[in-house]
């Protein structure tokens, strides 16, 4: 037994040495290094730090509250993997409805007395919390969550989704005075966070999306191109969101400086994009027709130039099948590209 | 029923608690609720009605729930440990007199902090323009009998771990409860076969959630909680209060103190 | 006379943090008689303290009898007739005296008017009336004592139950209570102390216990024990075959001698001698013996 014993003691004691002696290497995957992407000195401070806890945790807690204005206070939450295995179906919503998130997915957080093995706690709850069944639900109007994304900007300008979602929510007015108002509220986001790639797209992206029958192209590329900027300086510091942000404004700029006649300008983001996203079929297409590979007169619709629904509150799905069916339907045939904008 | 006696220790508990100026903590915090209102006014923040009912159920809610912890864990050990036991024990009164008399001083001094900080926020709320409905009063009556059940497991988890960890215990099962529910949910939908033993945790477990009316006080058009539900709430903290009571009389009937 | 307080081969059991078990009181067999004042002596850790918690219930006995009155012992019935005085004495910080006595009278059973006269007549008693609003937390450790005194005669107990009474008192303080115990005795109260202070014990007791480790030692009545402990002394001039003595004397540096006496007897039959054989008488004493030398000697002797 001491034998044994020996063994592993000698055993673990000369794993610990060999982890200790290759934490250097792995340091950086276990550990990755703080990016200081948009993280401005003063940040950094302990005291500011702290505050900056607060302020950010305020800030998700009124982000995540927003959507409970949108359901009168009944909570919901995404369905598990699990669930979705099992077959199990969201509430759906009013189809009547603007969509607002993938309803399809979504289930109320307090069970339905169907789903609930509680008994007589189950249908107490269901009475004494703002629960009702939300099946083909309807929802509050976006606006009225508005004063929670002037507070949670406020509270923490930083927090770059507030600024964003809170534009989308915005220009749910249609009217001159929704976009007015959407984007005087991204500007003032963007003097808080210069370098967000995401602030400076969906300004663009705002002043893509057509009103009056035109699309402002002279407005948004200045915008498209600071995003452009920030983006090739730090692409290797990026997160998941902002490199899919870079690659929407990538393409935005092309498709917009092919529609002012940028063509050499054009020809540069689309090798640059095309240097960071090799993959991408929208930008190789875009590189087929700059080389004349393809002709510029079939018809599609410019790849995400009117996608303007931000991160958190996107149809996800419905985006991503469009996306799916677009590009499937582009590797099979047409070869024919014409952007049309009016 | 000793009322006499439980009486005599809640007050001694009460006098301790306003002296002590615990209750001044509360005071400080709705001052600072009422005084960040109205801020939000002076910035023009319009449309926060909601907002700020949510706010105000929100930190009541947290505030009140903490007070009733921070109070019920330190009644026993304070007691042993500052040697104010000896003189209560050599009197004519039950162990369980003793605890009864306790825990009513905890829920007593939890309720006049609730009210205290409560009453301020209504104050807020006028800020806000926030019309006082009924269903504010069910909201109050339903947290002060939640309350009860958790001076109640607070107290009893004091009797068994240190005051500390007992507080640590008592705010896990208080604010994570209603999460742990949600998860036994899951778990016997995805796995029928739990659902035995989902239910006999589930009824463990304190249903803090349930008398929390907040949802419905904050957003609009929900109606007021049918009489029944109200009455199932009022029997079912008195039943698990008592519970814990009992809980709480097993370990210190027998303790040599 | 029957008995206040009567405990039947008591054994009192803890344990300790790791757990092991330890003997606090080894088969303890004492009664006290109602009207009696009875101090309970011993050493550090001879087990007072645990003998007087398993009286009050504060401990559970692990075997043995005790009864207060006839009632089982750590009852809220026997607890009514006892008044009870911890050795460290912490009142509620945040009460004053008037108010944490109401509690305990309150506890007792006690209300209203008649409460509040008894309150007041105990604090004039105790000397802390001109105090009794207060705060606990604002008072001396003398002070906070004497409150604790108040509240063990809230009620006029039949019984007095004092863990190291005189704790905390200046001399002072010491004389006042001494007086308060001594007119309680007088109307009939029955008084069991634990002490260190063995000039409390000679000034208050009928009686003594005295325990060690646990186990008791012996009793003594303290009239008899006094007795036992007083030693007589003659100082003269002359032979010390004068007396026959061999031990029990001293020559003095300036010739003279002393003999020493346990027994009055003893000392007469000397004078007596001295007389008959033309020795010189220079001084008789009277002298009161030492009863730390007695409790020391005992202690050791059981040890």
């Not at chain 3, 937390?137 to 019984?159: D, H, T, Y």
Request: aromatic share 8%; hydrophobic share 45%; with cysteine.
């Amino acid at each position: 037994m001491s034998k044994v014993g020996t063994f592993l003691a000698t055993s673990s004691v000369a794993v610990a040495a060999v982890m200790g002696a290759s934490t250097g290497s792995i340091r950086d995957e276990v550990n990755p290094p703080i990016k200081l992407v948009g993280l401005e000195a003063h940040d950094s401070h302990a005291a500011a730090s702290i505050l900056g806890q607060f302020r950010t945790s305020a800030s998700s807690w009124l982000f995540l509250h927003a959507d409970l204005y949108l359901h009168n206070g009944v909570e919901m939450r995404p369905l598990t993997d699990d669930e979705i295995k099992r077959g199990r179906k969201g509430v759906g919503s009013n189809p009547n409805e603007q969509k607002l998130h993938d309803d399809a997915k979504i289930v109320t957080v307090v069970p339905s007395a169907r789903d609930d093995f509680r008994g007589i706690f189950g249908d107490v709850e269901r009475t004494t919390t703002s629960y009702k069944d939300m099946t083909g639900h309807s929802h509050n109007k976006p606006t009225d969550s508005l004063p929670l994304f002037r507070l949670m900007t406020l509270l923490d300008p930083q927090f770059v989704q507030g600024w964003t979602t809170g534009s989308y929510i915005m220009l749910w007015d249609k009217s001159e005075d929704g976009f007015h108002k959407a984007l005087a509220f991204l500007q003032e986001g963007l003097k808080h966070n210069p370098k967000s790639i995401d602030i400076l797209t969906e300004i663009a992206a705002s002043y893509l999306k057509e009103r009056n029958g035109a699309r402002d192209f002279d407005s948004a590329i200045p915008y498209l191109r600071r995003a452009r900027t920030v983006a090739a300086e730090n692409f290797e510091h990026l997160s998941e969101e902002e490199r899919e942000a870079t690659l929407k404004n990538y393409r935005r700029l092309a498709v917009s400086l092919r529609e002012l006649q940028l063509l050499g300008e054009e020809r540069a983001v689309v090798i640059e994009g095309r240097k960071f996203f090799p993959e991408d079929i929208p930008l190789d297409r875009f590189w087929r027709v700059l080389n004349g590979e393809i002709v510029s007169d079939a018809e599609i619709n410019p790849p995400s130039v009117i996608k303007l629904v931000p991160g958190g509150t996107k149809p996800a799905s419905e985006i991503e099948s469009k996306d799916a069916q677009q590009d499937s339907h582009q590797e099979e045939a047409p070869v024919r590209v014409k952007v049309r904008f009016i | 029923m000793n009322f006499p006696a439980y009486r005599a220790l809640a007050r001694c508990v009460v006098l301790e608690s306003l002296r002590r100026k615990d209750l001044w903590v509360v005071a400080i915090l709705g001052f600072v609720i009422l005084l960040a209102s109205s801020t939000l006014g002076f910035f023009g923040f319009k449309g926060l009605e909601i907002f700020a009912k949510d706010m105000a159920v929100t930190v009541l809610g947290m505030f009140s729930t903490i007070i009733a912890i921070l109070t019920s864990c330190r009644l026993v050990p304070d007691e042993v440990k500052n040697r104010t036991l000896y003189p209560l024990l050599a009197r004519p009164i039950t162990r369980l007199d003793l605890l009864v008399g306790k825990l009513i001083g905890a829920v007593v001094v939890t309720w006049i902090s609730f009210l205290m900080l409560a009453a301020l926020t209504a104050l807020a709320l006028t800020i806000f323009h926030v019309k006082f409905e009924l269903i504010m009063v069910q909201y109050l009556l339903a947290k002060m009998l939640g309350l009860v059940v958790v001076c109640g497991f607070s107290m009893a988890f004091s009797v068994y771990m240190t005051p500390s960890a007992s507080a640590t215990v008592a705010f896990l099962v208080a604010f994570g409860a209603p999460m742990v529910t949600r998860g036994l949910v899951l778990a016997a939908a995805g796995n029928p076969s739990l659902t035995p033993i989902c239910k006999i945790i589930n009824t463990v477990l304190p249903q803090t959630s349930l008398f929390d009316l907040g949802g419905r006080a904050v957003y609009l058009g929900w109606g007021l909680v049918p009489v029944w539900v109200m009455g199932f709430l009022f029997a079912y903290g008195l039943c698990y209060s008592g519970a814990m009571l009992f809980v709480s009389w097993l370990k210190f009937r027998r303790q040599a103190v | 006379m029957s008995s206040a307080i009567e405990v039947k081969d008591l054994y009192v059991q803890y344990k300790t943090k790791k757990g092991e078990k330890l003997d606090a009181v080894k088969g303890l067999t004492f009664d006290v008689k109602q009207g009696e004042i009875v101090g309970f002596l011993g050493p550090n850790g001879a087990g007072k303290s645990s003998t007087l918690k398993a009286l009050m219930g504060f401990v559970e006995a692990k075997s043995g009898e005790a009864t207060i009155f006839g009632e089982t012992a750590g009852t809220p019935d026997a607890r009514k007739r006892i008044g009870y005085l911890p050795e460290v004495a912490m009142y509620y910080p945040f009460l004053t005296p008037m108010e944490t006595l109401t509690m305990y009278g309150e506890l007792q059973g006690m209300r209203g008017k008649l409460l509040r006269n008894e309150i007041e007549d105990l604090l004039e008693v105790v000397g802390i009336a001109h105090a009794k609003n207060k705060l606990n937390r604002s008072m001396s450790k003398g002070m906070l004592q004497r409150v604790g005194i108040a509240q063990s005669l809230l009620g006029n107990p039949e019984l007095l139950v004092l863990d190291e009474v005189t704790s905390g008192l200046d001399p002072v303080g010491r004389k006042e209570l001494r007086n308060i115990l001594k007119k309680r005795q007088e109307q009939g109260t029955t008084l069991f102390f634990s002490s260190h202070e063995l000039a409390e014990v000679d000034m208050l007791c009928d009686r003594i216990l005295l325990i060690h480790k646990g186990k008791f030692v012996e009793e003594r009545d303290m009239h008899e024990l006094k007795a036992t402990l007083r030693n007589f002394y003659v100082t003269y001039r002359g032979d010390a075959s004068m007396l026959g003595l061999t031990d029990a004397w001293n020559e003095n540096p300036d010739g003279t001698k002393t003999a020493r006496f346990e027994a009055k007897d003893g000392l007469v039959s000397a004078i007596t001698r001295l007389q008959e054989k033309g020795g010189q008488i220079l001084d008789v004493v009277s002298q009161e013996g030492s009863l730390e030398d007695y409790f020391i000697d005992t202690v050791e002797a059981a040890a």
